[in-house]
C-alpha cells in the first residue's frame, strides 16, 4: 500500500496490542513499528509472535499470553512495560469470532467466551490505566464488530460480547477523560484476514456482503490498522467515546 499517512506525534510511544501475533492485530504491530513506536504485543500463540518479533525491526517486545487468565495478563503488561516502559497506548484487538448454534451453548461455553472476547479488555485497560493518569494522556483503542449491528446470526456470545465493547469504551471515556486519555471504538466490518478466508469467505458469502457495502471491495486489513493509528495519534487528540467505522458502508 502506498500513499499513507506517517503520525510523527507516534514515534517513540509505548504501544501494547492484544491478539498481535496474527490477522489484524499482527498488521497493527507492524504499522506502528513503521511509524517508529515501541510495540509490545500479546498472544496466546508462542511461535506466532516470536515469528513476528523477530521480522521486526527495532525496540520491540513479546509476551505469551492467555488473556482468559486475568493474572497472566497482568504478568505480561508488566513484562512489556519492564521492556519498553509505560504504554502510551493501549490496542484491545484480541478477540475469537467462533461459530455456534444457539442452541448447543452451555453456561460454560457462555462464560469462555465472554473472558475470550470482552473481559480481558478491561483487565488490559485496568493494567495500563494508572500509569497513563499520572502521565496526563494516553489513547486507548477497543476493536468492536458490526456483527451485531447487522442483526448477525451464527454467533450470538461473540455477537454479545461484542456490543459490550461499546459500553465499556464510553464509560471508561468518561472515567479517565479528565486525564486526557481517550477511549474509542473502531468497527470493522467483515475483513478478509487470512483465518476468514480459510473458513468462512466463499464467493457466494462474499458476494452477498459486499452487496450489502456502500463500497464494492472487499475490505483488507490493512485498513482498519491505519484507522486504529489515527485514533492513536494527536491528531485524534479531541476523539474519545466514539465508534469509528471501517465497514464499507455496511451498517
Known amino acids: 500500500m502506498t500513499g499513507f499517512a506517517r503520525y510523527p506525534s507516534l514515534k517513540d510511544k509505548t504501544v501494547i496490542v492484544t491478539g498481535g501475533a496474527g490477522g489484524i492485530g499482527a ?7 513503521e511509524q517508529g513506536a515501541r510495540v509490545g504485543f500479546v498472544d496466546i500463540n508462542a511461535a506466532a509472535g516470536a515469528e513476528l518479533l523477530a521480522d521486526l525491526d527495532g525496540p520491540h517486545a513479546f509476551a505469551q499470553c492467555d488473556l482468559r ?3 497472566a495478563l497482568r504478568g505480561a503488561f508488566a513484562h512489556l512495560s519492564d521492556q519498553l516502559g509505560n504504554a502510551h497506548v493501549l490496542v484491545n484487538n ?4 467462533d461459530r455456534h448454534d444457539w442452541r448447543e451453548v452451555t453456561p460454560e461455553y457462555w462464560d469462555e467466551r465472554m473472558a475470550t ?13 494508572p500509569a497513563m493518569i499520572e502521565r496526563g494522556s494516553g489513547s486507548i483503542i477497543n ?4 456483527s451485531w449491528w447487522e442483526a448477525g446470526a451464527g454467533f450470538p456470545a461473540y455477537a454479545t460480547a461484542k456490543s459490550a465493547v461499546h459500553g465499556l469504551t464510553r464509560t471508561m471515556a468518561r472515567e479517565l477523560g479528565d486525564h486526557r486519555i481517550r477511549v474509542n471504538t473502531v468497527v470493522p466490518g467483515w475483513i478478509m484476514t487470512d483465518r476468514q478466508k480459510e473458513l468462512w469467505v466463499t464467493p457466494e458469502a462474499l458476494a452477498k456482503q459486499v452487496d ?3 463500497l464494492p471491495d ?8 491505519r ?15 466514539g465508534n469509528f467505522m471501517v465497514e464499507g458502508g455496511s451498517i
Do not use: K, W
Open 27 to 33: 498488521l497493527t504491530v507492524r504499522a506502528f513499528a
Open 69 to 71: 487468565d486475568a493474572e
Open 94 to 97: 484480541a478477540a475469537h469470532d
Open 117 to 129: 472476547n470482552i473481559r480481558h479488555m478491561f483487565f488490559a485497560i485496568q493494567s495500563v490505566a
Open 143 to 146: 476493536l468492536g464488530s458490526n
Open 212 to 214: 450489502r457495502q456502500c
Open 218 to 225: 472487499p475490505i483488507d486489513p490493512v485498513y482498519v490498522a
Open 227 to 241: 484507522m486504529v493509528l489515527f485514533l492513536a495519534s494527536d491528531d485524534a487528540a479531541m476523539c474519545s467515546a
